[in-house]
């Protein structure tokens, strides 16, 4: 079975954010108002993180582009009361929106921050709902939300790969959305138990780190360090 | 804790009772997830079209993901991806190109033709039928023509090119006008660079892929670049796309920009001192003979002292930066220690293919020109010009010509009319050239020619794609220079400030929704032409500019009908490309593997196309997403230098042609060379005018009084002016201060220090033009003298979202240009900021 991964080059990434917007779209994510932006409760499943370090004139900025690690050890999953956050067999964590109680104790347990809390009902101005996403469904205010690696495009990919009597292939069938729009091929996307995808040969690049690996949570997002 | 019995029960029940809790409340959250399920629009059949994008002028090649619904039939695009097929994006897309579905669903766009209601800027407006208003149209050019004022029309066109722009200019043509100004003025300066030095009238284009040695001169490479797509593409190329080798990336700039914080090394400069920096380079380079050798003798001219049929000596390139471009004086005049310039110049020349980049950022000053020229010559230095991983000329697809116009007696009238502008290039007739000798197109002075209804009143104004109230720094501030125009017709899909000022809005369709060629332009070697279709149909009553146009050319009548026969604008579009089907070259797009696959092919001299008749290729394009010819003739030197000497001219006779003209002719000016110069504002004498040089930048503002300088960007997610209604963008303006919603001015810690202002600060931010009040945000990657702001938000039109945020630093930029290549000066700005 496919453990399918992300390896993020951040000597090609270029902060772009095509990843951003590009998952808000797939995913319906929505878009909160200004003053609520400003209060912190902005929804990005997959955000660019930007860090300046040094005084003119020596300074040096890094862009981090963040979607949610999937840990093989997920925080998250074990502190869910009602199981609305779930591993899958193949190691992917989702969120299941229906069961959800807003205890937001996952918020909590996260340590990268990805899970977002829906303080209000999503609202879109009447033509713009016309251009939501049929495949994934919106959220009711008081559920968490976060990214799942886009499983519904994983599902539409098992699809076609059950129509031919085989398994989806561990690189290039199934992308998640960010992964697809990236214009420095930044992120690399496939299954990480299997030696010929690019991604697995990547995560074991001795470029390559996890971020805070060391709270044991075994993340299946790769970087790739600059230079 | 002591467990008892009765304890441990109670506990257990409770443990209990909330776990059927949960369950009840995980019924309750089916129900509600099946309400707003019911919010999405219906699921239905799903389809995948190609188009071209046109958030930007990049020309990258698109899907679209439309669902038909199933109950209400309705066809909707759901998702922007990028082609893989299309050769400039690859499959990838970048941020703005995805959040074209907030163009095409925008809640604010204009449904359907528009009459100004009451007084102008007020914005308000009452519907009329197509009918109705393009007969109102007709009437008034008609009018115009009759009184013998053809030329009194203007056409503002910005991101214009392909059919569009051939059906525009041949419209204005035949009715009589040569008035066609453009809001580009990048482009215009790149233009000017590749004429002066090169002899060719086109934009200098760069193959970046092919680079192991980027210098680049504010380049906004990884922010406002076209495209966006594949410059983000070939950077990571740069990086990791060759096993063992790394590129390299260094920034000339006063801010740590984004492009500046992915290089390897970042330079601050002193603004408008590029050129003196590049010119510096050139010294280390030849006083230490790093230069192509080959190249420099057979392909330059100018390099060494040269002597003239008639006996005179003039100076060369080489004794120039030699005497007057030590790095010991530029690197006081720069800021950039000795050590780095003969540092990078040293690289610049060990690693090849190594390319200079200048755009955007050196070009904004008044000496733009000549800066750009500096930047060029370093690339001659290496003979990184028409070579692989240099830079390059953009080839065009194989259109032929359209038949010329014919002109009658009231088109021949109005076409011999000076332009209101004063843009010289390429005619050089009329008073104004003295102005802008260079310029084809100069919008600087567009707002006197208004003010003072000299070299005559403008009467009529088309505006195609073109928003100068927001995007011309005189217009912004006094938009009301517009109203000196009896009639103004926007043909603007979403409201915006110019049309606002409009007496009819015809809107055309969103690129969503219409046919259209893309040939890209400036961005690359390779022909590529990119099919627009639409991908769902119209949702308003808009109708496209190019049916509007060939309706308004039929009601005109007579040699204006004639020169634009056509039916409709599809007729004119398949009629172009029946062109390039036959031109028996290139290629349908198609998978990388593919192309080799036939590119062999045609190297071994078989040119094996996919289709036989025309409508296999239509059929073939409109699937794939367009035709590309993959073959760039790399060294073709009589293509690519086509000055007087046949070589690359550091000293361009091309502009002392043009200036010794001027001078002969004396015009307002007088005093022969002497006053063309003066009239130019151009300090340097004798044979240094005519090569690069330094020119010390002239700058708004009393030094004193002002002490700051103001410089701008276009952040990626609003490179184009119309990008501010999408809240997709609008949530992520900069990536670099990564705050939603915001707008503000970047400061040094240092300055901040100095006048009292801590982050976050609500401060005024004033130069001798106006005033905006904006919040402070400190950067450590911004020189000390400097302060940024992003361009791209702060409308006073375009929809709900672009209302609410950010605000547009064109209010503050005074009224300086680079008078020689008539393109607007935006970083010539100096300001000063207090505390509110």
Sequence with gaps: ?227 | MRVTRRGFFGWTGAVAAAAAGAQTVRAIGDLQAATYEAELPPRGIEGWVASVCQQCPGGCGILVRTITGVEDGVKRAVKIEGNPYHPISRGSICPKGVAGLQALYDPDRLRGPLKRAGARGQGQWQPVSWDEAIATVVQHLRDLRARGEAHTLLLMAGQVRGLMQNLLLRFLEAYGSPNSLSTASGCEAAQQTLLLTQGIAEPIAYDLENSAYILSFGASLLEAGWSPVRQARAYGHLRQGTPGRRGRLVQVEPRLSVTAAKADEWIPVRPGTDGALALAMAHVIVSEGLYDREFVDAWTFGFEDWRDPAGTTHLGFRSLVLNDYRPEAVSAMTGVPIQTIVRVAREFTATRPAVALAERGAGFYTNGLYNRLAIHALNALVGSIEVPGGTVTQRRPPFTPLTPVTRDAAAVRGLAAPRIDGAGYPALSGLGAAKNPLASSALPSLPEALRTGSPYRANALFLYYANPAYSIPEFTRNPELLDAIPFIVSFSPFPDETSRHADLILPDHTYLERWQDDPIEATWGPAVLGLRQPAIPPRHQTRHTGDVLIQIAQGLGGTVAAAIPWKDFGEVLKESFREVAGAQRGLIMTTPFEEARQRRQADAGFWLPTYKTFDEFWNQVAERGGWWDPAYPFGDRERAFRTPSGKFEFFSQTLRQRLETLARRGPASGGGLEGVLRALDIRARGDRVFLPHHEAPRFVGDEKEFPLHLIMSKPMSLASTRTANHAWLAEIPDVRTSRPWEIAVEINPETAHKLGVKDGDEVWLESPAGRLRLRARLYQGIAPEVVHMPFGSGHGAGGRFAEAWGANPNRLVGGEADRLAGTPALFATRVRITKV
């Design chain 1, 1 to 227: 079975m496919a453990r399918w991964g992300m390896v993020i080059d951040l000597d090609r990434c270029t902060g772009c954010q095509a990843c951003v917007v590009t998952c808000k779209a797939e995913n319906n994510v929505p878009v909160v108002t200004p003053r609520e932006a400003q209060r912190g409760r902005l929804m990005l499943w997959m955000t660019v993180i930007p860090e300046v370090e040094g005084e003119f004139p020596r300074v040096r900025a890094r862009f981090t582009p963040r979607p949610c690690m999937q840990c093989d050890h997920p925080p998250c999953v074990k502190v869910c009361p009602v199981q609305a956050m779930t591993k899958s067999p193949e190691g992917t964590v989702s969120h299941v929106f229906a069961r959800c109680i807003g205890c937001r104790f996952c918020v909590q347990a996260c340590p990268y921050g990805v899970t977002y809390f829906n303080w209000q009902a999503p609202t879109w101005p009447k033509d713009l709902r016309e251009a939501l996403n049929p495949d994934f469904a919106i959220r009711p205010t008081g559920v968490v939300e976060m990214c799942d690696f886009c499983h519904h495009r994983l599902q539409h990919a098992r699809e076609e790969a059950r129509a031919d009597g085989r398994e989806v292939r561990g690189e290039g069938e199934y992308v998640p959305a960010c992964v697809q729009a990236c214009p420095a091929r930044a992120l690399i996307f496939g299954d990480l138990d299997d030696p010929n995808t690019a991604a697995s040969n990547l995560a074991h690049s001795p470029r390559a780190f996890r971020m805070l690996e060391d709270l044991g949570t075994s993340p299946k997002v790769y970087y790739l360090k600059e230079g």
